[in-house]
Structure formats: structure tokens, C-alpha cells
């Protein structure tokens, strides 16, 4: 009788996608913009327009628990032009992306000033993109019909990965987004 010596054995991968998420909102404000104690935090708010008023607007960026790690951006529209001046964007930590207008990154804040690079957000952390805007002393609210749609400031978050992209300029990053 013969006997063969043989072996056999495998390696099987399996293989989930990473993913980037998050949410936006800010909090629940009355129309002269004063935040209401205890509301839910909202997608969307409806302002008053009064010269020389400001208001309460503060849109934050939630990275989802189960994200990856991630660099931020905002596009921020504001169809209130100079009449709405935003106020706490750099104290909050984003930078102007260069070539935009009005795309900024989030760089962060270190012992009161702005980090000097882009920085990688962690799953779970929260960024606020600025705290108030202020309708200007001089601006007409009649310039502003909500029926033609030009008295709205628009926050649009993005995320995207940070891994394989902290060599290239946020306006590197922000160019794969188009």
C-alpha cells in the first residue's frame, strides 16, 4: 500500500468600506435670532431682518461616530453680501481655501490662534464654523425678498478623507470635490 503526505490551506480577506459622515445643523433660534434654551438643534432657521441686529448662527459639523478620520471644509453663501457680515469663522479655526471666495478649511485653534496647517478631524468631534452674523446699520431690509430667495446665508459642509491627502493644499483637496 502507498500513503501520499499532502497539506493544503488558504487565507480568506474580507473587506469593509470605510466611510466619511457627518451632519450639520445649528441651534434653534427665534425670528430676532435668540436662541431658545433646551430645543433641539435644527436644519434650518427664519430670521427678522433689523439694521444693526446681530443674530445667533452657529452652524457646527458633527463627524459621525463611525467615520474616518477627515479633513473640513465649508462653502459658505451669503446672499446678504456686506449687509451680513459672519462673524467668528477665523476664531473658530477655518482658513479661506486659496483660490475661493468662499470655501474655507478647517485648521483649527491652538492657545487662541489658527493653526498654521490643515488638521485631521477625529470620528465623534464636533466644529462650529462661526457663531453670528450681523445685519449691517446702514442695510435696507426691503432689498430683501424672501419670496425671490436672496436674504438666505447657506452653510454646505464636506468631508473627506484625510488619509493619502495630508501632502496635498486644502485647495488641492477641495479641487477633488468639483
Not at 487565507?11 to 430676532?32: R, W
Not at 473658530?92 to 474655507?104: A, F, P, R
Not at 488638521?119 to 419670496?147: L, S
Amino acid at each position: 500500500t502507498m500513503a501520499f503526505l499532502t497539506s493544503e490551506d488558504s487565507v480568506q480577506n474580507t473587506f469593509t468600506v470605510g466611510k466619511v459622515e457627518i451632519t450639520l445643523d445649528e441651534a434653534k433660534v427665534d425670528s430676532y435670532g435668540n436662541e431658545i434654551a433646551n430645543a433641539e438643534r435644527v436644519k434650518e432657521n427664519e430670521y427678522k431682518l433689523i439694521p444693526s441686529h446681530t443674530y445667533v448662527k452657529d452652524p457646527t459639523i458633527h463627524v459621525d461616530s463611525n467615520s474616518e478620520d477627515c479633513y473640513l471644509f465649508v462653502k459658505i453663501q451669503n446672499d446678504l453680501g456686506s449687509d451680513g457680515v459672519i462673524n467668528g469663522i477665523a476664531n473658530n479655526g477655518w482658513v479661506l481655501v486659496e483660490g475661493t471666495q468662499d470655501v474655507y478649511c478647517y485648521y483649527g485653534v491652538t492657545d487662541g490662534e489658527t493653526n498654521s496647517t490643515k488638521q485631521i478631524v477625529k470620528p465623534g468631534e464636533d466644529k462650529k464654523v462661526f457663531d453670528t452674523f450681523t445685519f449691517g446699520e446702514k442695510a435696507n431690509p426691503n432689498n430683501y425678498d424672501t419670496a425671490t430667495k436672496n436674504a438666505k446665508i447657506i452653510v454646505t459642509a464636506y468631508a473627506i478623507q484625510a488619509d493619502g491627502l495630508s501632502e496635498k493644499t486644502p485647495a488641492e483637496i477641495w479641487a477633488l470635490f468639483k
